[in-house]
């Protein structure tokens, strides 16, 4: 464990589910159009079990994430432990095919 508690809980969160997907909302109610961008794109690749953590529920979880990965927008996946990146990466690896084979080589279970 780190000296800090926000990380610890990422790392808790990243460890402990397949799939995370730190955003602005929830996957029901996605408060951004990036977020609900990597949210439809789970649901096309069949991904309906996955951990939702909103970012602006807590502050220090927003910043800690951002901290956490090095990387300063929001959202971020994470599949089996691995940061995937934004929706800017996650809308490219979807459209190239990549981010299908990420899951299925990394066992992650999709419709």
Known sequence: MTENP???QI????????VVLYL?????VPQCGFSATVVQVLERLGVAEYKDVNVLA??????GIKA?????TIP???????????????REMYQSGELAQLLKDKGVKAA
């Open 58 to 63: 807590d502050q220090q979880i927003r910043e």
């Open 76 to 90: 971020q996946l994470y599949v089996k432990g691995e940061f995937i990146g934004g929706c800017d990466i996650v």
């Open 68 to 72: 956490f990965s090095d990387w300063p």
């Open 6 to 8: 926000i990380f610890d």
């Open 24 to 28: 602005k909302g929830t996957k029901q």
């Open 11 to 18: 790392q808790k969160d990243i460890s402990g589910n397949d």
